[in-house]
């Protein structure tokens, strides 16, 4: 059965359950994430010649099979395992698996290891089938880890960890995606940590190309090593040191210069000149021309670095904090003489609370050696504002980094949004780069119109306001509105009247109609697309080009953002269209059925019935079993008669006057047993309780077969559901998955988002009604009159103010 993404995640997670406790999560990654690094190399190159690592005979998964259970289990990995792998592929720091501190001592780590072998050895972790290409399930696997461990280690352990979001702006942006590359085109990180930015970079280019990377702390450069390993890039480069003190990559006494540097350095390193001789820089001439970064804020030294590092066509992108755009002495030389040479190409400003380690708000530079000698203005993006919360984190959606990369890469100015700022205007502002500066990204302030409040009518500068509206329903306004006086307009109907007027206007059904016909005409591109995916197909193409499709269609259409209908689509897909498609890629259109088995508190294993992953019970139920489902309806409809009628039996009758005040509690059982007790007294005056208690019994035994012939139809149709799936053919799959079920959802979604565009017209104009509808000195008229009818009132009652 194939591997679905959600699966493979949550497999992984819970084998940091075996470890949690003993140490934190910037310890127990390094366990877990060798663990996955022997499974996946196990898997793929075991056995195999010329591979390129290299497994030594003993010290594959396998044998670490063979010694679960064993007493001595944390001592046999180290040596029959993790030894000959390390010293077999040139890694060092790895974890020690006999480590009582973190692991337990005796039988709690021999439970604890072999347990944690158990996980990885579940069939959906099995990597032998795995494809290393665009669709690499475990490169989003180890994604998914490190974002979790970086999440997990605090605020001083996760700075090993770029958010892949960043990465991937980044990466489209700094231009390497429409560069000629070759196996010869060099990507270098000097700051790289545990590899996921380089990796992204080198992702994004055409070709295969040659990384490099250095990190400073010891276990993070091995595990950006096995990192480039499990993403297909054994030849990558990966250097442990000091990347400022001592650079270990050189050429001619010199440095070694890329085509591409990228970088996520340390916020405002305070050590960053330990090491080194200042004002001298050795050979490496970094500072030359620029001037010596503060001794104790080395942002500028990473970006010095960076740019020293880059070849005479060289392009680079790093992340520094905000203050890099505006501090002054020694920074603002620094900055002053970087916009001179015109090496800054562009400034993204990003939500605050992004990073892992700091909550400031950072900006990427991009660098560009290339075309600096021409270059007459820095491009700035103020995309502050464009993220969603993710626990105690902000994290930037899909539709944030498409417009991000967007508008950078056509250099599309947008008012609060975006801006070409001319080198002469920096300069005017003494090189201070501050976004806010040359970029108004605040709300306009919705602003009180105190004549309004005094003499009535709504000001006609906020029904202007509104123009965007007006040029798609351009007679609307007209209708809606008359003059009251100069600079004044009232509706011309009733405010609970305003959402009738507007969705039944002939220029909004033409808009709806402009928009379902837009979404059609996708729908059906994307129907044929869909269905035309097969076995081997490759689900991140699939999910890219639909989207550019979906992009592409809404463009420019008045009153929607073409990126906020992106969004919905991109959020489906995460949450389910991908793990579908994955299962075709693996598969193809099968229908495929298996058995629910939880286990119980006693350890066994119990059925809990059947699913499908691909087709959810309800869309078979819904195109075939309709009517068997309405049957089930209409009895849970009685089913809650009944229950509301025996409530409402409960409440009239109980408290101690009540006609069930005789029974100790109100339930069948006891209304039977006081029923018999009435029909022994054969009393005439507890003809009405009796009554009662009948209806009462009578309601319950109605219920409770209604209950039993809603579990019998419930079974019925489960069986005839059972009995479908497997005689669905090709063709009725793909009409269930692709139009029942995601286009089914998208049409849903984008419809919620048209609704919100006429929600905000009219929420806003019953809003300014609202807020003029009483003129002040009709309000001081209306409180005069109920003062006098207070007074008047207490008066009659004897009381009189003075």
């Known amino acids: 059965m194939a591997i679905k993404k959600s699966e493979l995640y949550s497999s992984l997670w819970a084998s940091c359950d075996e470890l949690r406790g003993g140490m934190d999560a910037s310890q127990y990654k390094d366990y877990v994430l060798v663990m996955l690094f022997v499974k996946y190399i196990s898997d793929k190159w075991a056995g195999q010649l010329y591979a390129p690592i290299t497994i030594p005979s003993g010290a594959s998964f396998k044998d670490m099979v063979a010694l679960k259970g064993k007493s001595d289990i944390g001592d046999q990995i180290n040596k029959k395992i993790i030894a000959p792998l390390k010293e077999a592929n040139n890694l060092s720091d790895m974890p020690d698996f006999n480590d009582v501190s973190k692991l337990g001592d005796g039988k709690e780590m ?192 990473y970006l010095l670095h960076i740019l020293r590092s880059l070849k005479r066509q060289g392009k680079g992108a790093v992340i520094l904090p905000h203050g890099v755009l505006f501090r002054g002495n020694a920074e603002a030389e620094i900055r002053k003489n970087l916009i001179q040479r015109g090496y800054i190409k562009g400034i993204i400003g990003l939500p605050a609370n992004l990073f892992y380690g700091t909550g400031i708000p950072a900006c990427i530079i991009l660098l560009d050696k290339e075309n600096a000698g021409n270059r007459k203005a820095v491009f700035m993006i103020d995309a502050s504002k464009g993220f969603i919360k993710d626990g105690n984190k902000n994290r930037l959606r899909e539709q944030d980094i498409r417009r991000i990369t967007d508008v950078f890469n056509q250099e599309t100015v947008i008012e609060g949004y975006s801006k070409m700022v001319s080198v002469a205007a920096i300069e005017e502002n003494e090189f201070n780069l501050n976004i806010p500066r040359y970029i108004d990204a605040q709300d306009k302030e919705d602003i009180q119109d105190i004549d309004a409040h005094l003499n009535g009518g709504i000001p006609n500068k906020d029904i202007e306001a509104l123009e965007k509206y007006w040029k798609v329903y351009p007679n609307l306004k007209a209708d809606l509105f008359e003059e009251f006086r100069t600079g004044y307009s009232r509706l011309k109907i009733e405010n609970d009247r305003v959402n ?191 009554n009662a208690l009948k209806k009462y019994v009578k309601l319950h035994t109605q219920l409770s077969a209604a209950n039993k012939e809603i579990k019998q139809k419930e079974k019925q149709l489960d069986d005839a559901l059972f009995t479908k799936y497997p005689q669905l053919n090709e063709d009725e799959i793909k009409e269930l998955v692709v139009n029942d079920k995601w286009l089914s959802t998208i049409k849903n979604a984008l419809s919620g988002e048209i609704d919100q565009i006429s929600q905000r017209l009219t929420n806003r104009i019953k809003e300014l009604a609202d807020r003029y509808d009483t003129p002040l000195p009709a309000i001081n008229t209306e409180v005069e009159g109920l003062e006098t009818s207070v007074n008047a009132h207490l008066e009659k009652m004897g009381f009189v103010w003075n």
Not at 238 to 246: A, D, M, R, V
Not at 571 to 582: A, G, K, L, N, T
Not at 621 to 636: A, G, M, P, W
Not at 652 to 669: C, I, P, Q, R, T
């Open 110 to 301: 021999v439970d604890r290891l072999t347990n944690l072998i158990a996980i990885f050895e579940k069939p959906e972790l099995d990597f032998s089938k795995n494809r290393a290409e665009g669709d690499d399930i475990l490169g989003d696997a180890y994604e998914y880890l490190m974002r979790h461990f970086a999440t997990e280690s605090g605020k001083s352990k996760g700075q090993f960890y770029t958010p892949a979001e960043v990465s991937r702006i980044m990466a489209m942006i700094i231009g390497i995606s429409d560069a000629q590359t070759s196996a010869n085109t060099t990507v270098y990180d000097p700051t790289c940590g545990s590899g996921s930015l380089l990796l992204r970079i080198g992702s994004a280019a055409n070709t295969q190309v040659t990384l490099y990377g250095q990190e400073k702390d010891s276990a993070t450069a091995n595990l950006a090593r096995m990192n480039m390993i499990l993403h297909d890039y054994p030849t990558a480069e990966i250097k442990q040191g000091n990347t400022l003190s001592k650079p270990l990559f050189e050429e001619n006494n010199n440095l070694k210069q890329f085509d591409f540097v990228v970088a996520n350095p340390p916020f405002s390193d305070k050590r960053w000149s330990n090491g080194l001789s200042l004002p001298d820089d050795g050979s490496y001439n970094r500072f030359e021309g620029f001037g010596i970064p503060p001794s104790k804020n080395g942002d500028f030294a």
């Open 500 to 690: 009738n007027s507007i969705y039944s206007h002939r220029e909004f059904e033409a808009f709806i109609k402009e928009m379902n016909n837009l979404y059609t005409g996708w729908a059906k591109d994307t129907e044929t697309y869909l269905k035309a995916l097969d076995k081997d197909c490759h689900p991140k193409e699939a999910i890219n080009d639909i989207s550019e499709n979906l992009l592409e269609t809404y463009r420019e259409k008045p009153l929607i953002n073409n990126y906020d209908v992106y969004q919905h689509l991109l959020s489906y897909w995460h949450e389910v269209m991908q793990d579908d498609i994955y299962i075709i890629s693996y598969d193809g259109w099968k229908a495929e059925t298996y058995r629910i088995l939880i286990e119980n508190k006693q350890k066994k294993m119990v059925d809990k019935g059947w699913a499908c992953d691909l087709i959810p019970k309800e869309l078979v139920i819904n195109r075939y079993f309709s009517e068997e489902q309405e049957e089930i309806s209409q009895l849970e409809n009685t089913k809650e008669t009944l229950s509301a009628q025996i409530t409402e039996l409960e409440e009239e009758h109980s408290g101690e006057d009540g006609l069930f005040a005789e029974l100790d509690k109100v339930n069948k059982g006891n209304a039977n047993k006081r029923i018999k007790e009435i029909q022994k007294e054969k009393d005439t005056e507890l003809e009405e309780e009796l």
